[in-house]
């Protein structure tokens, strides 16, 4: 797998209810398997449709779909890049994942208080914005003395990186997340070498009641605007209703949803909008022994997706015989795709596509 999602929010928006939610009930109910890492780590599936078809056309022992880990991240506080609250426990786990998922509390209960008072989520967002920019800032403060000394042994590339981290500094102190920038060359390498939190892509999560789980509210326009902005993505879960989906039946699940005016669980939303922020795409495998779902990033060769599979297989790469997934759906079977002349050979130079059916020809 090797792609996850942290899940982060200030204390009291509903960050863990949905993590135990997605945990506990949002592969279960879809009958997709789900495993606990540890307390803070669940590895779900990704809900998708044409592994159930491809499964009718296949028959096969065994049905396999692609997953996302989720990592429940310890809540925030100010001054958490100082080392107050779970501080530095938060900022090491984001460090260590791939794009954020920022859950944002955007309903109004008395009995839930705020740790901040009234709901506010563009106060609640700057909050954590501003300490993830605090935590980069000592880093490239790090980085830029390690520069400094380089320069001065007559280090000719320190200059143009101290250039590099001065600029990136003041973008932090404008309050720019680097996530908005674009960055090319020996910058993104620096870049990826810092490991800095505000390059990572977030997804926000509007968490709202069971009445505005539709239409939404006052609040959660506030986050539309803010990640219109900064080019990022806004779902709207209500947490609740996710807790109460987790523990119900197949049937009552259904019902449930239906009554409600929805057509899926939110949690499902969330688990598709995770992957796609993170820019992967989707080919599968098909048989009688097993059909499988896997996942590549955008831009990946076919050599490269055969070696998910197997490095016996990326290393003994022939070719690649591929159908799309909308032929062989319409169609109904492989050997009617073959018969259309829709099955394409492929070499190493293939770019894998989103829905590709494909079988890997190699040699031991």
Known sequence: MGFNCGIVGLPNVGKSTIFNALTSGGANVANYPFCTIDQNVGVVAVPDQRLDRL?????????????????????????????????????SHIREVDAIVHVV????????????????????????????????????NKRMQRAEKQMKSGDKGAGHEKEFLSRIMDMLSKGKPLRTMDFSGEDQKVLEELHLLTTKPVLYVANVTEEEMIEGNQYVRQIEDIAAKEGAKVITICGKIEDELSSMSLEEHKAFLAEMGLSEPGLFKLIRSGYGLLNLITFFTAGER?????????????????????????????RAEVMSFSDLDSLGSSPAVKEKGLLRLEGKDYVIQEGDVIYFRFHV
Not at 290 to 297: D, K, L, M, P, Y
């Open 290 to 318: 097993e059909v499988r779902a896997w996942t590549v990033s955008k831009g990946t060769k076919a050599p490269q997706a055969a070696g998910k599979i197997h490095s016996d297989i990326e290393r003994g790469f022939i």
């Open 55 to 91: 499964a009718e056309l296949y028959v096969p022992e065994a049905v396999i779909p692609t997953t996302m880990e989720f990592v429940d991240i310890a809540g925030l506080v100010k001054g958490a890049s100082a080392g107050e609250g779970l501080g530095n426990k938060f900022l």
């Open 105 to 140: 509390r955007c309903f109004e209960d008395p009995d839930v208080v705020h740790i901040y008072g009234l709901v506010d989520p563009q106060r609640d967002i700057d909050i954590i914005e501003t300490e993830l920019a605090l935590a980069d800032i000592e880093t490239i």
